[in-house]
């Protein structure tokens, strides 16, 4: 069976990466649309040929629940619009696939979650990596434990942010952040799936080499995280220094991803050779991937408690950088919000 998905706010993300991907989902297609602009929603629809019945906009979203074509509600928002479209999704009725960063605080995570456990929902995180084979075999390497315990992992996510000074992305109250909400998350999940477990400990630093421009929002951030087992990682996250890799030292062998989070082509190799993946769209492996969870058939590879873990996280960063660099606790179950 094909589920209708609907994609919530047309942006770059929604036309050029999601919008594609689902002309080439074998378990879920592209069904509606929620804007807030008639002209998108004119092209929306001519483009692909939608029911014009399944055109909303963001007052009356909430006649979908009464629509037997959606089956997913897809929030494509900037940040600050997460919770309250997820959670108005998931009043309606509807299966949910939010955005990262989940919300701006873990408190909005944790709305999110419970609204839609309150529907009877399904609710999964935008995280395309984990439906990702170089990240899904690395993730295998560790749980079968091939190179032992995991020593010293580096990451960066990281990429130079020019253009439209007034985007969303450089507005605090719509981002919640700057290169930790946006890129941070890769960079912090890397260490995380490349240890095998969440960590005990972070410290965090900021940069800033160009305050005229990023003016309300973090511009780089290097962060060190400690693990139960002795395992110790280094990441770095920026809107304007360009990097993009995950390097992992275990007890008895390496394992590297570069790019470790771009959106296509991902390379790897360990210390026994190169990984060769097939190439495929991340996004439609993931929309797939969680229309099967839907029926039963995948669990579910990015649940929402990953997207509260990674608020938790990035509040400690925010938390560690205001008291001076100082180390704070993370009081996350080692396995909490992990697929
Ligand atoms: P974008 O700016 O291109 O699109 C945002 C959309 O929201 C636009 O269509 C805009 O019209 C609409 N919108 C509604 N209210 C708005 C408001 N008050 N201010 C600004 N825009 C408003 O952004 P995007 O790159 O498509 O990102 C959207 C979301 O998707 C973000 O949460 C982002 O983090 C996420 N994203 C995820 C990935 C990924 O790889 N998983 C990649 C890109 C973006």
């Known amino acids: 069976e094909s589920l209708g998905v609907a994609l919530v706010g047309l942006g770059s993300y ?15 297609h592209l069904a509606a649309v929620v804007t807030g602009s008639p002209e998108k929603a004119k ?31 897809y929030i494509v928002l900037p940040n600050s619009m997460h919770a309250e479209f997820s959670i108005r999704a ?20 944790v709305s999110i979650i419970d609204a839609c456990k309150k529907a009877g929902v ?24 091939k190179y032992g315990q995991a020593r010293y992992i580096s990451s960066t996510a990281a990429y130079v942010s020019r253009g439209n000074p007034n985007q969303w992305r450089l507005n605090k109250s719509l981002s919640g952040g700057g290169a930790l909400m946006n890129m941070g998350v890769y960079a912090f999940q890397a260490l995380i799936y490349a240890a095998g477990s969440n960590p005990t400990s972070v410290s965090a630093q900021e940069y800033s080499t160009r305050p005229e421009y990023f003016k309300e929002t973090d511009e ?35 394992v590297e991803l570069s790019p470790a989070s771009t959106y296509i082509p ?74």
């Open 122 to 145: 399904k609710l999964g995180m935008g995280y395309r990596l984990h439906s990702e084979p170089y990240t899904m075999e690395l993730k295998r390497l560790v749980k079968q434990k």
């Open 43 to 73: 092209r929306w629809t001519r483009q692909y040929k939608l029911n014009p019945n399944s055109v909303y906009d963001y007052e009356n979203f909430h006649q979908i629940a009464q629509n037997p074509e959606v089956d997913i509600v």
């Open 220 to 254: 780089t951030i290097t962060a060190q995280f400690e693990w139960a087992n002795g395992a110790l990682g280094q990441m770095m996250t920026s809107h304007n220094y360009r990097s993009n890799h995950l390097r992992a030292e275990y007890e008895k062998g390496w």
């Open 90 to 109: 998931a009043r309606a009725r509807k299966h949910v696939i939010c955005e990262k960063p989940m919300g701006l605080s873990s408190e909005e995570c």
């Open 266 to 339: 991902l390379s790897g190799k360990t210390s026994d050779g190169p990984l060769d993946f097939k190439q495929e769209s991340q996004q439609k492996l993931q929309m797939d991937d969680f229309a099967l969870h839907i029926q039963g058939q995948q669990p579910n590879r990015a649940p929402g408690e990953m997207g509260h873990r990674d608020l938790l996280i990035i509040e400690a960063i925010y938390r560690s950088i205001r008291e001076g660099g100082k180390k704070i606790k993370l009081n996350i179950a080692p396995d909490y919000g992990r697929s």
């Open 14 to 28: 929604s036309t050029y990466q999601l919008a594609p991907a689902l002309e080439e989902t074998q378990h879920c």
